[in-house]
Antibody
Framework: QVQLVQSGAEVKEPGASVTVSCKAS????????IHWVRQAPGQGLEWMGR????????IFAQNFQGRVILTRDTSTNTMYMDLGSLKSEDTATYYCARHNFAHNFDLWGQGTLVAVSS | AIRMTQSPSSFSASTGDRVTITCRAS??????LAWYQQKPGKAPKPLIYSISNLQSGVSSKFSGGGSGTDFTLTIGSLQPEDFATYYCQQYKSYPYTFGQGTKVEIK
């Protein structure tokens, strides 16, 4: 089954870091870039960045430069998003999504809620 | 960054209505325009890519159009399952950006 399965919800204190994982299955892992998108409660979709699974190359939105690290483990077909220096404004659902080149984000993970609260 | 602006932000419609949502890009994006549907608590669902190409498995009541900087998503004959929030997205250049969303509510 072609799918992206993300890790479970997290509660973090301000200043901490969080790691969200995204495991791909049912397709050739290295054939598609993986993007990360977040959505604050009641708000729209915000693109964060992407990783190329083959090279590990990354591109980030300016808002997240220096605070987000994207990595991948090709042995387990898993991507990781690390967000540091958490603030209450980082409370959101984080999604990973597969980019079908020249098309759209055609496959999404189920989302991971990250709550930042003291 | 390319700014994507949707209109309206929300509106009410009745079952059976034909509705159109507009998305405007701050600069030309060629054909790199996609539409998504999102329901509460769910991940976005891809509907359309490259302006007008229907995602596999998506109902043909959805159609996309436009060119350059102005694009539309039309839903023919709204059904209860179509009441949701719709987003456009450009993927011509980084950072990829989404419109702010259009919420379609039941009248």
């Amino acid at each position: 089954q072609v799918q992206l399965v993300q890790s479970g919800a997290e509660v973090k204190e301000p200043g901490a870091s969080v790691t969200v994982s995204c495991k791909a299955s049912g397709y050739t892992f290295t054939s598609y870039h993986i993007h990360w998108v977040r959505q604050a409660p009641g708000q729209g979709l915000e693109w964060m960045g992407r990783i190329a699974p083959t090279s590990g190359g990354t591109i980030f939105a300016q808002n997240f430069q220096g605070r987000v690290i994207l990595t991948r483990d090709t042995s387990t077909n898993t991507m990781y998003m690390d967000l540091g220096s958490l603030k209450s404004e980082d409370t959101a659902t984080y999604y990973c999504a597969r980019h079908n080149f020249a098309h759209n984000f055609d496959l999404w993970g189920q989302g991971t809620l990250v709550a930042v609260s003291s | 960054a390319i700014r994507m602006t949707q209109s309206p932000s929300s509106f009410s419609a009745s079952t059976g209505d034909r509705v159109t949502i507009t998305c405007r890009a701050s600069q030309g994006i060629s054909s790199y325009l996609a539409w998504y549907q999102q329901k509460p608590g769910k991940a976005p669902k891809p509907l359309i890519y490259s302006i007008s190409n229907l995602q596999s498995g998506v109902s043909s009541k959805f159609s996309g159009g436009g060119s350059g900087t102005d694009f539309t998503l039309t839903i023919g004959s709204l059904q209860p399952e179509d009441f949701a929030t719709y987003y456009c997205q450009q993927y011509k250049s980084y950072p990829y950006t989404f419109g702010q969303g259009t919420k379609v509510e039941i009248k």
